[in-house]
């Protein structure tokens, strides 16, 4: 028998990077008082879900331990578009502002900043990026950016939700953990490269992947030649669901990604031979303390 440890090795991965109970009510918590506040402001009601959905990892399901934010859009009235526009300079940045101070009401002890599309609120455990959008006829929203250009974007929220969700129940449900697994080598790596980005080349990289549906015997070679495939996308691009907006990756993860590469066929290689201890600290230079050594 050969690679004795992959499956418990990458079973407990998992695990270990699955949001705890109480990290889980504690950010719908907050998600829920957002959400009050400002319907309480622009729609003079009390309700903690209406006109406000969770997008990014939250609304994806690719949220992992610890975590390290919330991003929530939050739908505003379509007359608060019109009266922004009668602003003269920078509209988007005027908005963010004002729903900086209708937060602040609430939350006055609490850290705030407004940053290019969202209104950053700190909290001591978990911060919540909140979105502010304007929906559009054609399901889609514009959202705020007020460093390029100061316009608005456009942005397909369910779009993206739907491509993940599609993606993962035709790959049993691989293209959450791969998405997690290196989401967690970006964190421990400090590798220059987006989320999002490592969302969409996951999806991308297991629609012809050959073991897409595999269990996690599979996940070393799911790591392995993830990290390849992200190789030889170096100074490429991705397609943004929805908007179909072009995204350039660059090159500055390129030498974390090449040495990451690396260190996963000499983990495999391990793997293998059963050498479930040197496979485990090779692993552990990819992702960190999350992935067991010892299994």
Known sequence: ??????????????????????????????????????????????????????????????????????????????????????????KQSALLQEIKGVLEKTYPSTAMRADGQVIIVRFNTINVEVVP????????????????GRKYKEFDAVAEIENMKKANNETNG???????????????????IKSFWIELLAIDFLSSWPYKQSSPFYHDWMTRDFLKYLCGKKNSHIVVPGTYEYIGLGDDWFSRAETAHNRAVKAEQYEYRDEIQAAGEEWQKIFGSQIPIHV
């Open 133 to 148: 959008a304007f929906p559009l006829t054609n399901g889609q929203y514009w959202i705020c950016d007020t460093n390029n």
């Open 1 to 90: 028998m050969v690679w004795n440890g992959v499956t418990a090795r990458f079973k407990q991965f998992d695990t270990n990077l699955r949001l705890t109970n109480d990290q889980i009510s504690d950010g719908t918590t907050k998600h829920k008082g957002i959400t009050k506040c400002l319907n309480t402001n622009y729609y003079e009601m009390s309700s903690e879900t209406s006109n406000s959905m969770l997008v990014g990892s939250w609304g994806k399901q690719t949220r992992m331990r610890p975590p390290r934010d919330i991003d929530l859009l939050y739908e505003l009235p379509t007359s608060v578009y019109h009266r922004f526009e009668k602003y003269i300079g920078n």
């Open 174 to 192: 691989n293209a959450r953990f791969l998405t997690k697994f290196m989401k967690a080598w970006q964190r421990e790596c400090s590798v220059p």
